[in-house]
């Protein structure tokens, strides 16, 4: 998409915080929150199903953390608002079967020989990352990811604060918003589809209305015009959601995640991982390099690619990619990255960086389970997302 010129119209999607998957993802993220709040060092690959009154969780964990798992996942599933028995799942009433075993000793071996060394700590995994950033919005993200998240989380919002005026809705919710690209700049909100799950006696209207006034609030006013098409429960009806109208598993909504389907994509999800496992943390360094590239002024768009092997330190390769639009050679571009002087690539160095053992502390307040739903990027508050290295790219790149 990003090397297109021509007109044409881009979609993304996202998933509201009470859709099956994201409820999986939530639960997993809750639970390494837990182990990270009494143990740092924690090693966590935790994995949740849902289906009809039903919650499987399963992985590998190693912690000194004390836990009630079941706890920790009624919890999850009561803040989202499964409270009702009649809807299919509920908090209180769910059966919950648990399947917890220590981490593979294989797994570890690579992590755990050099844990506490910059330099000998290896990654958790071998596998490629991905980041990417865009000037064409504020939040240096793609429009039509961000906004898609803007709409199902503001209806997210009124239906936890404002139940009296929004009785009707439910948690279970996706959106699909469409931007027409000139020139491979977004210049104007083309389709809108929200799915929203609701009460038996809800009038088609009132969502209508509820819907077009959501885009009103979140997209901006240039985007938007009267030739906007909206689809709004496109099937006339979604009453059954949630896992009773559909299964989840912790991990499948790896797009919707991250950039909407804008940019490449290394295949792993992040919920459930603790940050030794390089497809979170290297993912979320990869974004940070390309956000203050881009904030920088050093391109218009982004991509970073790191790829690691288990077990050994340093990345087996680093690239950049900013199609087309940067202002400086993308050769020292990437000799700058990759060098390893303004961007610590090692797991250990990651981390530490970004704080990533240590959720909640410093200058952000953030945990795991708030990347779980609405996007892991383009919401400040998290460390991966501050553009504090762009002076010093600048200088290094004598810009």
């Known amino acids: 998409m990003s090397r297109i010129t021509t007109p044409h119209v881009f979609t993304s999607e996202s998933v509201s915080e009470g ?19 009494q143990d740092p060092g924690s090693r966590v690959a935790c994995e949740a199903l849902v289906t009809t009154d039903l919650v499987v969780l399963a992985g590998e964990i190693t912690t000194q953390a004390e836990l009630n798992f079941e706890a920790i996942a009624r919890k999850v599933i009561r803040d989202i608002g ?19 075993h220590p981490q593979s000793p294989d797994i570890s071996q690579g992590v755990s020989e050099g844990e506490g060394s910059f330099q000998e ?26 906004y898609a998240h803007k709409i199902v989380h503001r209806l997210a919002e009124l239906r936890h604060n404002q139940p009296e005026t929004y009785p009707f809705l439910r948690p279970d919710a996706k959106s699909q918003v469409s931007f027409v690209y000139e020139d491979g700049r977004p210049v104007r909100l ?22 077009r006034e959501v885009v009103q609030q979140v997209v901006p006013e240039h985007f938007l015009d009267s030739d906007v098409t909206y689809y709004t429960n496109p099937t006339g009806r979604f009453v059954v959601g949630g896992p009773y109208g559909d299964s989840g598993l912790t991990g499948r909504k790896i797009i ?28 979320y360094m990869s974004r940070y390099i390309a956000k203050n590239v881009v904030q920088a002024g050093l391109a218009r768009k982004c991509e970073i690619q790191l790829a690691y092997a288990i077990g050994v330190p340093q990345p087996v390769s680093v690239n950049v990619e900013t199609f087309g639009t940067s202002t400086v050679s993308v050769e020292k571009l990437q000799q700058v990255i990759g060098s390893g002087e303004i961007f610590d690539l090692r797991p250990a160095a990651i981390m ?3 704080g990533l053992q240590h959720p909640g502390k410093g200058k952000q307040s953030w945990n795991y389970l708030s990347t779980a739903a609405y996007g892991h990027f383009g919401r400040e508050h998290f460390p991966w997302e501050q553009t ?12």
């Open 82 to 100: 499964y409270t009702d028995p009649a809807i299919g799942f509920s908090a209180d009433t769910c059966k919950m079967f648990l399947g917890i």
């Open 121 to 146: 700590q290896g990654a958790g995994d071998q596998g490629m990352m991905f980041g990417y950033a865009t000037d064409e919005t504020r939040e240096l993200m793609p429009a039509p990811i961000l």
């Open 352 to 354: 530490s960086a970004l």
């Open 19 to 37: 859709h099956p998957d994201k409820i999986c993802d939530q639960i997993s993220d809750a639970v390494l929150d837990h182990c990270l709040q």
């Open 256 to 283: 919707v995640d991250t950039y909407g389907g804008v940019g490449c994509h290394g295949g792993g999800a992040f919920s459930g991982k603790d940050p030794t496992k390089v497809d979170r943390s290297a993912t």
């Open 388 to 399: 504090d290295k762009a002076e010093e790219l600048r200088k290094a790149l004598s810009c």
């Open 190 to 211: 083309d389709t809108v589809v929200v799915s929203q799950q609701h009460t038996e006696d809800m009038e088609d209207v009132q969502l209508q209305d509820l819907v």
